[in-house]
């Protein structure tokens, strides 16, 4: 049996600091919505036996921010999270005691302390993996086409109502590929702070374009998989 | 999770309740064991997390090596769907492998407007509807929780029941299976005859005759065979400090509908209200030790994370070391900043310095459940709370700042006239007179009282087994004149819906003939009749009066005293004299005194128990 108490044993730090966690959400946890996973991290944390720090006042909470969104339904490699500690604990020890309270789709795969803002998010990486009954070369070169052509659009809902939005603007750069019956596509798109773009809006872009994805989705489906945070050069991984 | 239900999860509502992968969810090596259990709450995923007796089955079963225990839940009607589209039968959650596939399915059964769930959920996983129309390839159904204690409206269904406390006896329930198959001795009828025969709590309905008379009452009730006991006596786990404790918890990633450490501090109840059948069928009480409790509290806090505890139990206010217990509580609680609340609270019962300190006490409102609105009827119904106890608790809450207080009240309890209705108004009115004579209340604040009525279903096992409930029209022509005589602005009304608990009492009282309407209701389609969106009562009608069942036989007669019960072939450790007794005293408006002061004789101590006020159990203090 465990005992969370020993973090109150730890030496105390002069202030807060903030620790950034790098997780996968993989698997069956794609489908875990922002909302639960937040809730889960903040019990996973407790568990963990973290030296927390506290919000004060009425009623104290731990602090917790989410790097960028993700829609349920897709993975991830490079979900963020900034943490806050009080007292003295080492990145690796914090690394691996949330590793013991979490399953291998929603590992932990880095802990480090948070120098760059988040908003310094700039692109995303994303992997599509797609299974449909005609996948051929010649689908692969035709999505291609469309990704490349230009003027996608998607409508965007939000509580304003829904608008218009300009896809292909959002779109750093595409490479597709047809490789042993499956096609993959490769995407950077939009992912700053007001300019985010779900990877969801490229597969219904497509759906549109060219009908792919659209029948029996036991036999037709796909995997959008987010590999890396870019900067604004498009290539530098955001840490 | 295997491709095709992933694919699918991306087409419905909510999916992160299909998916599965939670922390705490025991994956075993399938090579490794012997039997697989699939354990289903046949209502939603959110509902079934919640369900304290799940975890501990859940746990108690896969502690054993040679069994699996696996969860199932109803999927959501858009997912159910899905699955005929595209030809998905129904999968466990940590597996996904499909329910027809396991040894043995087990069901808990909570409440009876489930039933229609469970046949669904048979059907969704492709295992024949009727017990007797399973092969030998088939998984073994089996039933429990507090609606088995009559399992017979829904005998034809399953192949078994577990009556009583099933920690214990479904794993050797389990283990028998095994046996029976290693030494090659299984088939589907030897099993269930030896498991009859020799496992305590185990009821097969198949192995007993019903006959009847002429007037549709049940005759006899006769077992098959010599070894089949005439009375199913049901299980209980007799020391709680020796219960198993599930430490390790599933934790669900999707929000349970109670998302929090639930404690259980005792089973059983010291009170006798004479329609609660929780109050009889958990006899006799059992306490654990408070030392227990606390070592137990404290390793789920270290195993979940979670911000509150609650202290679960009938009447939290009988456990008798509830003091101590929450002192070494808040020792702990307080500086993890986890919150601990005691809902049922009785303010009367505890000192004011710890009551501040419990996070239920903090909230706005104040719940309270006179369920009568005279003395008179409150002594009928053995409901020991006097209006002076009413007024107590509200004062000490609105000198505490609150301004909500939330009173429960039942309609159509025996011998109720239009005074006991009218009563229910003038109780709620002087609660809110009360907050205008309390100099403490809070300032600038109006009182919110709110009055919430459900309706009396004679159940099983109490001493108003025996009775009729209102019919329809007159339920709903006491919720009208409820609603008129509630004439303070201040006081919210609200009532439960007749019909729901019109059905409700035919399935609580039903013998083995209404399993005809349960079978067409299914296949017409019925499913989560506990959701109001789907609960449809013309169609109820409809069924049974197709199946020749006329629902006020079970629901609006009053049951002979002679007359044999459907529910007499299981003895759930009370007395029926006891049952009659009381009935007698309620008639007599005479209270009982509650088991701490002195013992009524119901019955149950013949089981035995540990730390129990009962004469002849285990000391209540020994460890
Ligand atoms: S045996 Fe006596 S003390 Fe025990 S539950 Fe029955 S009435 Fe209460």
Redesign the pocket.
Do not use: D, K, L, Q
């Given at each position: 049996m465990k005992n969370n108490d020993v973090k109150f044993t730890l030496p105390m730090l002069a202030e807060p600091r903030t620790l950034r966690v790098r997780f996968r959400k993989v698997g069956n946890l794609q489908y875990i919505s922002h909302l639960d996973l937040q809730r889960t991290f903040s019990r996973v944390l407790v568990r963990a036996g973290l030296p927390l720090w506290y919000t004060k006042g009425f009623n104290p909470h731990i602090k917790m921010v989410f790097g960028m969104p993700l829609p349920v339904g897709s993975e991830s490699e490079c979900e963020l999270l900034d943490i806050r500690i009080e007292r003295e604990m080492s990145c690796e020890e914090v690394k691996a005691r949330l590793n013991r309270e979490l399953t291998d789709e929603l590992a932990v795969l880095e802990v480090y302390p948070a120098t760059e803002k988040f908003t310094a998010i700039t692109f995303a990486e994303y992997e599509y993996t797609i299974v449909t009954t005609g996948a051929n070369a010649a689908l692969a070169a035709q999505i291609d086409e469309v990704l490349q052509g230009g003027g996608l659009t998607v409508t965007k809902k939000s509580k304003s109502g829904e608008k218009e939005v300009d896809l292909s603007a959002h779109i750093l750069s595409t490479e597709v590929r047809f490789q042993e019956g499956l096609i993959f596509v490769c995407a950077k798109l939009s992912a700053a702070e007001g300019k985010y773009i779900s990877p969801e809006a490229l597969i219904t872009a497509l759906r549109a374009k060219t009908g792919i994805l659209s029948g029996d989705p036991t036999k037709e489906h796909y995997r959008i998989l987010r590999r890396r945070a870019l900067l604004a050069d498009g290539k530098t991984e955001f840490r | 999770m295997n491709e095709k239900i992933s694919s699918i999860l991306k087409t419905v509502e909510k999916p992160g309740r299909y998916s599965g992968g939670e922390y705490g969810a025991v994956i075993k090596d399938k090579k490794a064991i012997k039997a697989r259990f699939a354990f289903c709450f046949p209502d939603t995923y959110e509902i079934g997390m919640s369900n304290l007796g799940m975890r501990i089955l859940y746990g108690s079963l896969n502690s054993d090596p040679d069994i699996w225990c696996e969860r199932v839940f109803a999927p959501w009607v858009d997912m159910q769907e899905k699955m005929r589209s595209y030809d998905v039968p129904l999968w466990a959650h940590e597996s996904g492998d499909p329910v027809a596939e396991f040894d043995i399915v087990g069901f808990t059964l909570q409440y009876e407007m489930c039933y229609t769930t469970v046949l669904r959920v048979l059907e969704l996983s492709r295992i024949p509807l009727l017990a007797a129309e399973r092969g030998e390839e088939d998984p073994i159904i089996i039933g429990g929780g507090p609606c088995a204690y009559n399992p017979e409206p829904i005998a034809d269904f399953f192949d078994c029941f577990s009556i009583g406390e099933g920690e214990d006896n479904l794993v050797e329930f389990t283990k028998l299976y095994i046996r029976m198959k290693e030494e090659g001795r299984y088939t589907r009828a030897a099993f269930l005859h030896e498991a009859a025969a020799t496992i305590k709590g185990i009821y097969v309905p198949s192995l007993y005759d019903v006959t009847y008379h002429e007037d549709g009452t049940v005759a006899a009730i006769t077992p098959k065979f010599e070894d089949v006991p005439k009375q199913v006596q049901k299980c209980i786990i007799e020391d709680m400090d020796r219960a198993f404790f599930p430490e390790n918890v599933v934790m669900p990633y999707v929000e349970a509908v109670h998302d929090r450490i639930m404690l259980e501090v005792y089973r059983?109840c010291?009170r006798?209200c004479r329609f609660c059948q929780a109050g009889m069928i958990y006899?006799?009480?059992r306490e654990k030790s408070h030392e227990v409790l606390n070592k137990q509290a404290r390793c789920l806090y270290d195993n979940t994370g979670y911000e509150e505890i609650s202290l679960t139990s009938l009447s939290i206010s009988d456990y008798t070391e509830l003091e101590p217990l929450t002192r070494e509580l808040l020792e702990w609680t307080d500086p993890n900043m986890v919150s601990l609340s005691l809902p049922s609270l009785r303010v009367d019962s505890f000192s004011r310095e710890l009551m501040e300190r419990i996070a239920s006490v903090r909230t706005s409102s104040l719940t309270f459940a006179p369920e009568a609105g005279t003395q008179r009827l409150r002594d009928v119904i053995n409901k020991n709370v006097r209006e002076e106890d009413l007024m107590r608790a509200v004062n000490v809450a609105f000198s505490g700042g609150k301004t909500n207080v939330k009173l429960y009240f039942m309609n159509g309890l025996p011998t109720e006239t239009a005074e006991d209705i009218e009563g229910i108004a003038t109780l709620a009115k002087n609660v809110v007179h009360e907050f205008y004579q309390n100099k403490e209340r809070p300032k600038g604040r109006s009182p919110q009282v709110t009055i919430s009525v459900s309706c009396f279903i004679p159940k099983p096992f109490t001493p108003f087994q025996w009775e009729a409930q209102d019919t329809m029209e007159m339920l709903r022509e006491k919720q009208e004149y409820l609603g008129e005589k509630v004439t303070d602005r201040k006081v919210r009304y609200t009532h439960h819906d007749a019909r729901v608990s019109h059905i409700e009492a035919v399935l609580a009282r039903g013998n083995r003939r209404l399993g005809a309407a349960l079978l067409l209701a299914a296949k017409e389609g019925f499913c989560f009749d506990a959701w109001d969106e789907f609960f449809d009562y013309d169609k109820w009608l409809s069924v049974f009066e197709r199946s020749g069942i006329d629902p006020a036989f079970f629901a609006n007669r009053q049951m002979g005293l002679d007359e044999v019960l459907p529910w007499d072939v299981i003895d759930c450790g009370?007395s029926k004299e006891?049952f009659k007794r009381e009935r007698e005293r309620a008639y007599a408006a005479a209270t009982t005194p509650n088991?701490r002061e002195k013992?009524?004789?119901?019955?149950?101590?013949r089981l035995g128990g540990a730390r129990?006020?009962?004469?002849g159990?285990g000391a209540r203090n020994e460890k």
């Open positions: - | 059983g010291i006798g006899r006799p009480v009370v006891f088991c013992c009524s004789g119901c019955g149950a101590n129990t006020c009962c004469p159990g």
